[in-house]
């Protein structure tokens, strides 16, 4: 039982390249979340998704696209990476019914953009 | 976005002291939690608690409690007897009942380091 993981753990990129930030959960867990974590930021939500097929915008969207492929699986797109994008990206998952909203979390993959 | 909001930004204190790390969070709902989150140094978030509004029995496990006031609006956490593997950053986070998904809400956390 793996929880939550994410792949790649670092990444380097060059301003304009793209990539995409894959995360996978066990828990069959409804909801999935991505964040970004930037020095005395806390935690920022850039999108979620409720279920399969469904997906909402959190609080920093811009320059990210998401893709709920299935229940397990919800990754993060960055189309043209900008250096302002340098950050920990985190997913995460719940429950909700079964555990009352609390959050899952991936190790985590470090990004920087050059 | 109603917030929460932790004012220490860096705490420090030498192995056995006792430390509260302090939170206060905004909200227009009458059902929500309440969580405490601990990033040790090597970077992965681990989900300590959650506390219901509806229940304001501070709780306490091992060396960690938690004090829930909601007159104040408060949620802080202590740690008994600190130790130098509690040095980490400490989050804290609401989400709302009634709200989409259940998303959580984090403060911007405190770093607490514990010197032998």
């Known amino acids: 039982n793996a929880g939550v993981t994410q792949t790649p753990k670092f990444q380097v990129l060059k301003t304009g390249q793209s990539m995409t930030l894959q995360c996978a959960q066990d828990?069959?867990?409804?909801?999935m979340y991505w964040y970004r974590q930037d020095p005395g930021m806390g935690l920022r939500l850039i999108y979620y998704s409720a279920s399969e097929g469904t997906t909402d915008k959190g609080e920093v969207p811009n320059g990210y696209n998401v893709s709920r492929l299935n229940k397990r699986e919800f990754s993060l797109r960055l189309e043209s990476a900008a250096p302002s994008q340098t950050s920990v990206y985190f997913c995460?998952?719940?429950?909700?019914?079964?555990?009352?909203?609390?959050?899952?979390f991936g190790p985590g993959t470090r990004l920087t953009v050059t | 976005a109603q917030k929460v909001t932790q004012a220490q930004t860096e705490i420090s204190v030498v192995e056995k002291e006792d430390v509260t790390l302090d939170c206060v969070y905004e909200t227009r709902d009458t059902t929500y939690y309440l969580f405490w989150y601990k990033q040790p140094p090597s970077g992965e978030l681990v989900f300590l608690i959650r506390r219901n509004s509806f229940d304001e029995q501070n709780e306490i496990s091992g060396r960690y409690s938690w004090n829930f006031q909601k007159s104040t609006s408060s949620f802080n956490f202590t740690i008994t007897a600190s130790q130098v593997v509690d040095s980490a950053v400490y989050f804290c986070?609401?989400?709302?009942?009634?709200?989409?998904?259940?998303?959580?809400?984090f403060g911007r956390g405190t770093q607490l380091t514990v010197w032998p």
């Open positions: 986070a609401r989400a709302d009942r009634g709200s989409t998904l259940g998303r959580l809400y």
């Open positions: 828990m069959n867990h409804n909801s």
């Open positions: 995460a998952s719940s429950g909700l019914a079964t555990s009352s909203y609390e959050q899952y």
